[in-house]
């Protein structure tokens, strides 16, 4: 087999510089995978700083990719060579546990992460299990896709578990790379969507997206006018907020859910979830099933990433902008 090239992280916060390596042997159940496109997540600044204390070096980060299957182990049976698929954050669990034997692979224990300790998406070629490799929907081009991989899934996956429907209030916090996304989905579910946004130039676009509504977070009267609003808030901020105004938008039975990270601890008073019965909760990514499912989804009603490209050769210029909060609202890096 040849060897696989990219650009590798050689230490925390290093630029990336051009590595290959040699992928050895192809597992019985894996696919090589030529990739066209890989899309730029938050999560890869993360793993390249090591903010999570999980990074080994050097690694090729990545894990928003699309391509064509361009090997295949004899053990693989739905797959075939030339066919176009996607590979989100995981590319491998146990296949055993409980919770894959129930379709929830992202919840198991020895999940692997598609570039955590194993060379990601940022690179010409990708190995992964089979099962993490979906087929794209033809009507779907490679790049406005590459990003719904794991950051449509994630905003996807809480909407759909959730029960978002034609009878959901639904707010949206923050309209950047994961808000974008969950405000269209929200929308297609057929709930009525609010958008939530400290930028008040963002509500021009969040309407766009699919918003019926927008509430800039920066005026207390404005959050004080939605108390008791919503069945469902979905939270995509790595920001500290006064999380109590959110709990007091939720109607009785409502549910706070968290996708982005703060900071800081999320502080609340108990009494208006016990008075209410309003729950906190979050989630991670979604399972392979899930992928299948949110892709035909946004093939079916038209959701897609907006996006920037990049040449593949230019990471280093889309991760600075990333960390600059200068794109809108997803980075793209092209083979």
Same mark, same amino acid.
């Given at each position: 087999?040849?060897?696989?090239?990219?650009?590798?992280?050689?230490?925390?916060g290093?630029?990336?510089?051009p590595?290959k390596?040699?992928?050895?042997?192809?597992?019985?159940d894996?696919?090589?995978i030529?990739i066209?496109?890989?899309?730029?997540c938050?999560?890869?600044?993360? @793993?390249i700083?090591?903010?999570w204390?999980?990074?080994?070096?050097?690694f090729i980060p990545?894990?928003?990719?699309?391509g064509?299957?361009a090997?295949?182990?004899?053990e693989v049976?739905?797959?075939?060579?030339?066919?176009?698929?996607?590979?989100? /954050?995981?590319?491998?669990?146990c296949?055993?546990?409980? /919770?894959?034997?129930?379709?929830?692979?992202?919840?198991?224990a020895t999940?692997e992460? &598609?570039?955590?300790?194993r060379n990601?998406?940022?690179?010409d070629?990708?190995r992964?299990?089979?099962?993490?490799?979906?087929?794209?929907p033809?009507?779907? &081009?490679?790049e406005h896709t590459a990003p719904?991989?794991?950051?449509?899934?994630t905003?996807?996956?809480p909407?759909r &578990?959730?029960?978002?429907?034609?009878?959901?209030?639904?707010?949206v916090?923050?309209?950047?790379?994961?808000?974008?996304m969950?405000?269209?989905?929200a929308?297609v579910?057929?709930?009525?969507?609010?958008?939530?946004?400290?930028?008040?130039g963002?509500?021009k676009?969040?309407?766009?997206l699919g918003a019926?509504?927008f509430?800039?977070?920066?005026?207390s009267?404005?959050?004080?006018e939605?108390?008791?609003?919503f069945?469902f808030?979905?939270?995509?901020?790595?920001?500290?907020?006064? /999380?109590?105004?959110?709990?007091?938008?939720?109607r009785?039975?409502?549910t706070l859910?968290?996708v982005?990270?703060p900071p800081s601890p999320?502080?609340?008073?108990?009494?208006? @979830?016990?008075?209410?019965?309003?729950?906190?909760?979050?989630?991670?990514?979604?399972?392979?099933?899930m992928l299948?499912?949110?892709?035909?989804?946004?093939?079916?009603?038209?959701?897609?990433?907006?996006?920037?490209s990049?040449?593949?050769?230019?990471a280093n210029?889309?991760i600075e902008k990333?960390?600059?909060n200068?794109?809108?609202?997803?980075?793209?890096l092209?083979?």
């Amino acid at each position: 087999m040849a060897l696989i090239k990219g650009f590798a992280a050689h230490a925390a916060g290093a630029e990336l510089l051009p590595f290959k390596y040699d992928p050895g042997p192809l597992k019985d159940d894996e696919v090589e995978i030529g990739i066209s496109h890989c899309g730029v997540c938050h999560s890869d600044l993360h @793993l390249i700083a090591n903010d999570w204390g999980i990074s080994q070096y050097p690694f090729i980060p990545g894990h928003e990719i699309v391509g064509k299957v361009a090997g295949v182990g004899p053990e693989v049976k739905r797959l075939e060579v030339g066919q176009r698929v996607g590979v989100g /954050w995981q590319a491998n669990s146990c296949g055993l546990c409980e /919770w894959c034997s129930r379709g929830m692979e992202n919840l198991c224990a020895t999940s692997e992460a &598609t570039c955590v300790r194993r060379n990601g998406g940022y690179a010409d070629s990708v190995r992964v299990n089979a099962r993490f490799a979906i087929p794209i929907p033809e009507v779907l &081009t490679s790049e406005h896709t590459a990003p719904l991989l794991c950051g449509g899934v994630t905003v996807y996956n809480p909407l759909r &578990t959730h029960g978002v429907n034609p009878s959901s209030r639904v707010g949206v916090v923050g309209i950047g790379g994961l808000g974008h996304m969950a405000v269209q989905f929200a929308r297609v579910f057929g709930a009525e969507v609010t958008a939530f946004s400290t930028s008040a130039g963002k509500e021009k676009e969040a309407k766009a997206l699919g918003a019926h509504h927008f509430v800039n977070t920066r005026e207390s009267r404005a959050m004080r006018e939605v108390a008791e609003s919503f069945d469902f808030i979905l939270t995509t901020i790595n920001a500290d907020q006064d /999380w109590m105004s959110y709990i007091q938008a939720l109607r009785p039975t409502g549910t706070l859910c968290f996708v982005g990270v703060p900071p800081s601890p999320v502080s609340v008073q108990a009494f208006p @979830l016990v008075a209410g019965v309003r729950t906190i909760t979050g989630s991670p990514i979604g399972s392979p099933h899930m992928l299948r499912e949110m892709l035909d989804v946004a093939a079916r009603h038209g959701v897609k990433a907006q996006i920037e490209s990049f040449p593949m050769a230019k990471a280093n210029d889309a991760i600075e902008k990333v960390k600059k909060n200068k794109v809108r609202y997803r980075a793209v890096l092209a083979n």
